[in-house]
């Protein structure tokens, strides 16, 4: 397996470009079963869940297309995909690849919605709880369909069609969205969801399905519309800029110290992110290119930040703002309200000298004035990129045991942090 090594102690100077969303190519693309033409979506980042994804949908039977790289354009700059499921020879997603990431159970959805049945193995995805499917079942059951869970598979038919209905979710779920939204877009009649999630990736995903003919209106608010058409086409769609690259970059630069634009982004993606870093004493403006993250040396500020759905402090920033925190000129308190167990990171800090106390939901971090490089191991996405942040400002080397994590999410990681100064290296299994 792949280790990273980090010597810390340089700061980051220079521009990072920010890729697509990795959460919003993934339901872009189980998108594309919607329909029989292509779909061709760009600025798709070139990431471990998009290949599988390709690899999930190639497996109902969905062609695929990587457009070659235009004149000008880096490795960096994403990929454009066409996607075209015009015949599909299986309505199966099987556990041997289901279990590996959460979004791929979402084309049960789609499948459902356009062939009337779909067998999907429960989902994997990031180990920070148990991370149920119950809620998308609900809708998926409210909007017509017939549900059955048959040796770790949940079987769904709706042989006469999906039907419109209210969906109101109990609590935000961004599954739960994204599922009832694409379901609905080809149910009769129509569907209202109320207290959807508002994230960012979901506004994205309704502008796709209405530039393939759907009708959607309210995605970004808590009641979302749809009304049902009977069928949709091709479409062209660009992948909003990663809203969590950007600010992991920030909260990087935070911790390292130095000045960087980072391009490609939006600041309106992750306002509340950026309120935090730059409570902590870190100068951040737009620029024409981008977003500017400026600091200058002195200590840190402890902040407090509790993770909610969006617009709040995004969960999945929550492991990155506490490497920051563990530097900081005094105590902070860090409450996890969305997963029940995204704390994996505590431990694998402490290695480096972190101070962290955990009591339930609350991380109260005492920040301490160095870290010291240690061998850790990455245990999911975000932690993994937690670790990478802690190491910038560690004295000394870091090592970072099962990159893997880190691939699934984090396009050209090293290659855009040693542009800009960093010591990162790729030790190759
Ligand atoms: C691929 C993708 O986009 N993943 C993101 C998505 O995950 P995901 O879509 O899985 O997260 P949800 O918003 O659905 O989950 C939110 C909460 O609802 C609970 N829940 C969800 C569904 C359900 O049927 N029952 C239930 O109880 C979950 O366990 C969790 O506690 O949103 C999360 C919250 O912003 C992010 O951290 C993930 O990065
Ligand atoms: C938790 C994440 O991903 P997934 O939902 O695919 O596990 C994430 O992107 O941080």
Sequence with gaps: MDRIIIRGGASLNGAIPISGAKNAALPLMTASLLT????????????????????????????????????????????????QASTIIDT????????????SFWVIA????????????????CAIGTRPVDLLIDALQALGAEIEIDAGYVVARAKDGLRGARI?????????????????????????IENAAREPEIVDVADCLNAMGAEITGAGT?????????????????????????????????MAGGDVTLENTRADLLQSALDVVARTGVEISQTPSGIRVRRQGGRLAPVHVTTE???????????????????????????????????????ELARLGAKIRLDGDLAIVEGVPELRGAPVMA???????????AALAAEGETTINRVYHLDRGFEALESKLTRCGAQVERVRA
């Design 309 to 347: 759905p969006f617009p709040g402090f995004a969960t999945d920033l929550q492991a990155q703002f506490m490497a920051l925190m563990t530097r900081a000129d005094g105590i902070s308190h860090i409450r996890e309200t969305i997963f029940e167990n995204r704390f994996m990171h505590v431990q």
């Design 222 to 254: 808590p009641r979302i519309t749809i009304a049902g058409v009977t069928s949709l086409h091709g479409a062209r769609h660009a992948v909003l800029p990663d809203r969590i690259e950007t600010g992991t970059y920030a909260m990087a630069v935070a």
């Design 110 to 125: 789609p499948l459902l919605a356009r062939f009337g049945e779909a067998r999907v193995s429960l989902p994997g995805g």
């Design 379 to 389: 245990t999911d996405l975000r932690a993994s990129v937690s670790l990478v942040i």
């Design 168 to 192: 109101a979710f109990p609590k935000v779920t961004v599954s739960g969205t994204h599922v009832a939204m694409m379901a609905a877009a080809l149910a009769r009649g129509e569907t209202v």
């Design 92 to 103: 199966t997603a099987p556990y041997e690849l289901v279990s590996r990431m959460r979004a």
């Design 36 to 83: 029989a033409e292509t779909l061709e979506l760009a600025n798709v980042p070139r990431l471990a869940d998009v290949q599988l994804l390709l690899r999930i949908l190639g497996n109902h039977g969905v062609d695929h297309t990587i457009v070659g790289r235009r004149p000008g354009e880096s490795a960096e700059s994403g990929q454009t995909l066409r996607l």
